[in-house]
């Protein structure tokens, strides 16, 4: 799968920023996608995901109602909504194609394929 993110950029804290990510490759509809994201110094960690259908989605405790994963099926489109960003929300974000919905979101960056990352930033 081919997957290309767009969308970061700096932004003061508190404030909103959408990421988009368009795939290729396969059959977009049958796999779960994910967000991840790396900070300097920090390893990867897992930030989202969402399931083929777009019914199920999984959030890190860290991000949990402040950001939203969506897909556009028709477009192979991911997106990550991101409100009442703070400071630690600095990172590289990385969209990621996993496997094929069985009905699970793993988290494990291993079970994932990728793109190249957004940097996002945001000033306290």
């Known amino acids: 799968v081919q997957l290309q993110a767009s969308g970061g950029g700096l932004v003061q804290a508190g404030g909103s920023l959408q990421l988009s990510c368009a795939a290729s490759g396969r059959t977009f509809e049958l796999y779960v996608m994910g967000w991840f994201r790396q900070a300097p110094g920090k390893e990867r960690e897992f930030v989202g995901g969402i399931s083929g259908s777009g019914g199920t989605t999984d959030y890190a405790e860290s991000v949990k109602g402040r950001f939203t994963i969506s897909r556009d099926n028709a477009k192979n489109t991911v997106y990550l909504q991101m409100n009442s960003l703070k400071p630690e929300d600095t990172a590289i974000y990385y969209c990621?194609?996993?496997?094929?919905?069985?009905?699970?979101?793993?988290?494990?960056?291993?079970?994932?394929?990728w793109g190249q990352g957004t940097q996002l930033t945001v000033s306290s």
């Open positions: 990621a194609g996993g496997p094929e919905w069985t009905g699970i979101i793993s988290r494990r960056p291993r079970d994932y394929s």
